[in-house]
């Protein structure tokens, strides 16, 4: 399989939800996302999708910079809708600017395709978000005992910094929360570039494997 990524729009909520509710305790709403993917400025989200065969070019570019007032103040308005895509979704990340900070809000994989670099897929992703949005640095907050979703965030340079006590509602778990460095840094760029290589290698080798 191919994997790839592409912003999240309103027909995907449904099948975003499916894998929510496979991956954490207490899902939002479809209102929710509507309203999250109603502020392009400030909160990104992403699907990752899956292909048998190479997937599409690279995902529509960004409308213009040079484009009118109106057209400017109201992206989401006046951007198109896109055609329902025929690429299952396999996963699903977001991001919220507050200030200069880029906070990860969820990011999950469906069960069954956990292990096969989807996840680092899409945190790629969201760094990109992070940097198109001039977030400085990323934070997130992850569960004390979620050991694996830890791993890949120290992978990326998310460090641990104190945690929120109870912060779960559902158990009564405590949040370990983490933050990379400036992720425009020289360093972490040259990390990041690090591991896409890696990565890209990974998910080339696997599609070659399941070709
Ligand atoms: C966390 C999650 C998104 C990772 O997605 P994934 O596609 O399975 O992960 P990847 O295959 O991309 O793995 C990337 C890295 O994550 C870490 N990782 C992923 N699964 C792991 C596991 N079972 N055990 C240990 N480390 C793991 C590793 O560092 C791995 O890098 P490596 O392959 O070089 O060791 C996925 O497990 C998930 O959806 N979990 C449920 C939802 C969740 O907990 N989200 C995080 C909320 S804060």
Redesign the pocket.
Same mark, same amino acid.
């Given at each position: 399989m191919y994997y790839f990524i592409q912003p999240m729009h309103e027909d995907d909520i449904p099948h975003v939800q499916e894998?929510e509710r496979q @991956?954490?305790t207490a899902p939002w709403s479809a209102n929710t996302y509507r309203r999250e993917l109603g502020m392009p400025e400030t909160s990104r989200y992403l699907v990752a999708r899956a292909s048998p065969t190479r997937p599409p070019n690279e995902p529509p570019s960004p409308p213009a910079r040079r484009k009118p007032l109106l057209q400017a103040l109201l992206p989401t308005v006046f951007s198109k809708p896109q055609p329902p895509s025929p690429y299952p979704i396999v *996963?699903y990340?977001g991001l919220w600017l507050m200030v200069d900070e880029g906070h990860?809000t969820?990011?999950?994989?469906?069960?069954a &395709?956990? *292990? &096969?670099?989807? *996840?680092?897929?899409?945190?790629n992703g969201l760094i990109d978000q992070a940097i198109e949005i001039k977030a400085a640095r990323l934070t997130?907050?992850?569960?004390i005992s979620?050991? @694996?979703?830890q791993?890949?965030?120290?992978?990326y340079g998310f460090e641990p910094s104190g945690t929120r006590p109870r912060y779960y509602t559902d158990n009564g778990e405590d949040a370990l929360i983490m933050w990379t460095d400036v992720i425009t840094d020289p360093a972490y760029l040259s990390r990041l570039d690090e591991l896409r290589e890696r990565l890209a290698a990974?998910l080339q080798r696997q599609a070659g494997m399941n070709a």
């Amino acid at each position: 399989m191919y994997y790839f990524i592409q912003p999240m729009h309103e027909d995907d909520i449904p099948h975003v939800q499916e894998i929510e509710r496979q @991956s954490f305790t207490a899902p939002w709403s479809a209102n929710t996302y509507r309203r999250e993917l109603g502020m392009p400025e400030t909160s990104r989200y992403l699907v990752a999708r899956a292909s048998p065969t190479r997937p599409p070019n690279e995902p529509p570019s960004p409308p213009a910079r040079r484009k009118p007032l109106l057209q400017a103040l109201l992206p989401t308005v006046f951007s198109k809708p896109q055609p329902p895509s025929p690429y299952p979704i396999v *996963g699903y990340g977001g991001l919220w600017l507050m200030v200069d900070e880029g906070h990860i809000t969820t990011i999950a994989v469906a069960p069954a &395709q956990r *292990g &096969q670099g989807i *996840g680092e897929l899409l945190l790629n992703g969201l760094i990109d978000q992070a940097i198109e949005i001039k977030a400085a640095r990323l934070t997130l907050e992850v569960r004390i005992s979620n050991e @694996s979703a830890q791993r890949l965030y120290l992978k990326y340079g998310f460090e641990p910094s104190g945690t929120r006590p109870r912060y779960y509602t559902d158990n009564g778990e405590d949040a370990l929360i983490m933050w990379t460095d400036v992720i425009t840094d020289p360093a972490y760029l040259s990390r990041l570039d690090e591991l896409r290589e890696r990565l890209a290698a990974r998910l080339q080798r696997q599609a070659g494997m399941n070709a």
